[in-house]
């Protein structure tokens, strides 16, 4: 029975660690819209931020944005016909951006915008 109760309680530890990771994502994206003056829709399927005629997706990750990646944000039904913009909010001070995702957004004609902490953090109200 003890067994069970240890594992009942790495479960719900992993999960409130999922929940916070998922709730940090959220309000990078948040700030992000902010930062670009688009309102925030998120969701499983659907662009980060837009308002009818521009859609941004942001991504927050620790390495930069590659090609592929630009593609298969540019190949979603959501993106079609609409100016596209792809914001990156990279960790660490590393470019926001490949070189080859950069050759790639020239091609397809999407916006890149690299949001670093600083411009991030501009975003946040003071108390």
Same mark, same amino acid.
């Given at each position: 029975?003890?067994?069970?109760?240890?594992?009942?309680?790495?479960?719900?530890?992993?999960?409130?660690?999922?929940?916070?990771?998922?709730?940090?994502?959220?309000?990078?994206?948040?700030?992000?819209? /902010?930062? =670009?003056?688009?309102?925030?829709?998120?969701?499983? #399927?659907?662009?980060?931020? !837009?308002? &009818? @005629? %521009?859609? $941004?997706?942001?991504?927050?990750?620790?390495?930069?944005?590659?090609?592929?990646?630009?593609?298969?944000?540019?190949?979603?039904?959501?993106?079609?016909? /609409?100016? =596209?913009?792809?914001?990156?909010?990279?960790?660490? #001070?590393?470019?926001?951006? !490949?070189? &080859? @995702? %950069?050759? $790639?957004?020239?091609?397809?004609?999407?916006?890149?915008?690299?949001?670093?902490?600083?411009?991030?953090?501009?975003?946040?109200?003071?108390?």
């Amino acid at each position: 029975m003890t067994k069970k109760k240890q594992t009942k309680k790495k479960q719900t530890k992993t999960a409130v660690t999922k929940r916070r990771i998922l709730k940090t994502a959220e309000v990078v994206e948040k700030e992000a819209c /902010k930062f =670009l003056n688009l309102p925030h829709k998120g969701g499983p #399927g659907n662009p980060d931020c !837009t308002d &009818g @005629a %521009v859609v $941004a997706d942001v991504k927050n990750r620790a390495r930069p944005v590659d090609a592929s990646t630009i593609r298969q944000v540019a190949a979603t039904k959501w993106a079609q016909d /609409k100016p =596209l913009i792809v914001a990156s909010t990279p960790k660490g #001070g590393v470019n926001p951006f !490949t070189p &080859g @995702a %950069v050759k $790639a957004a020239e091609e397809l004609g999407v916006t890149l915008v690299g949001l670093q902490k600083e411009a991030r953090k501009s975003t946040k109200k003071k108390r």
